[in-house]
């Protein structure tokens, strides 16, 4: 089994859940927690939208068709998910970068995204 980094968000506080249905995260345990085996570094927390789907597919990650040999049940606008850190910055670079949960996105996103980039797409935790 792989060790897990430190828990910690973008803003030092505690990682918060991304999404438990459907279940995310490079260990299945609905937070984008990583470790030094995850290279694709799947830290960003994002809210799928349609476009973002799309461009992901057409990039050659289909994220929306159902993979049930892999327990993947295919992602809709609104579902949440930890994506690849560099995938989210070329999303951004492209102009379509969903919306991220920085309470849920790991520290070590911040290694390929830079923090003002992250915040631009952010959305605030009600409550």
């Not at 792989?2 to 999404?19: I, M």
């Not at 927690?33 to 461009?55: I, K, P, R, W, Y």
């Not at 994220?63 to 606008?77: D, H, M, N, Q």
């Not at 849920?104 to 996103?109: D, E, S």
Request: proline fraction near 6%.
């Amino acid at each position: 089994m792989f060790e897990k980094d430190d828990s910690v968000n973008v803003n030092g506080g505690p990682l918060s859940p991304c999404s438990l249905d459907p279940l995310t995260g490079f260990f299945r345990d609905g937070a984008c927690n990583t470790c030094a085996e995850d290279s694709g570094s799947h830290t960003v927390c994002a809210v799928m939208t349609d476009e973002f789907l799309a461009f992901s597919k057409y990039v050659g990650n289909d994220l929306s068709t159902p993979r049930p040999e892999y327990r993947f049940p295919g992602l809709k606008a609104g579902d949440q998910w930890c994506l690849c850190a560099g995938r989210f910055m070329q999303a951004h670079e492209e102009g379509c970068a969903p919306n991220v949960k920085l309470e849920a996105t790991h520290k070590r996103a911040l290694e390929v995204v830079p923090m003002n980039v992250l915040e631009k797409y952010a959305i605030r935790a009600l409550g």
